[in-house]
């Protein structure tokens, strides 16, 4: 799945392919890892979530994150490679009102919109190119991850594929 502009039809299917492989992984996870899963789910928008989406647009928020949650609510993978966390646009917008924008380079700033499972955080700059902090720290160096917030979504894409086969392969071991 590839494109080149985040839109709510890109986004649609692209939450149902994550979705559709979430489901493979979940039914065999407590089988070839011996312990159950936990929340991994991509939340679809609801009325709440585009209110807070609507805010985000109002605090000079990259445009490309309000379209995502315009669609996507939250993102919780847990299980996959280190964990992966798209925060809801309230927590977004809480994290703005507290901290305010992060500074990833000299010249620039971004909003931080998601984490993983070790503290690390992912910030979306206005140019919507995504960094990722080097520490767990909003106080510390970022580094650029991915070019576009639809080349983000994409890795993580990728990277729920690659722990579905892992999963996959994990369990027939189990079975054999």
């Not at 979530?49 to 315009?70: D, H, I, M, Q």
């Not at 503290?119 to 080097?134: I, N, Y």
Request: hydrophobic share 40%.
């Amino acid at each position: 799945m590839t494109t080149s502009d985040l839109a709510a039809d890109w986004l649609a299917a692209w939450q149902r392919e994550i979705t559709a492989m979430l489901e493979q992984t979940l039914a065999r996870f407590e089988t070839a890892y011996g312990y159950p899963p936990g929340d991994n789910d991509v939340l679809v928008a609801d009325d709440q979530s585009r209110a807070a989406a609507a805010r985000l647009e109002g605090a000079a928020v990259p445009a490309a994150l309000v379209t995502f949650y315009s669609s996507i609510a939250e993102l919780q993978l847990p299980d996959i490679d280190h964990g992966y966390f798209i925060h809801s646009p309230d927590l977004v917008l809480d994290h703005l009102t507290e901290y305010g924008p992060v500074r990833l380079t000299d010249d620039r700033t971004g909003i931080v919109f998601g984490s993983d499972g070790g503290g690390m955080l992912f910030a979306l700059d206005q140019s919507g190119q995504v960094h990722r902090s080097t520490t767990a720290s909003w106080l510390d160096g970022f580094e650029p991850t991915a070019p576009t917030l639809t080349q983000f979504l994409e890795q993580l894409c990728r990277a729920t594929a690659a722990f579905m086969d892992e999963t996959k392969r994990h369990s027939a071991t189990e079975h054999s």
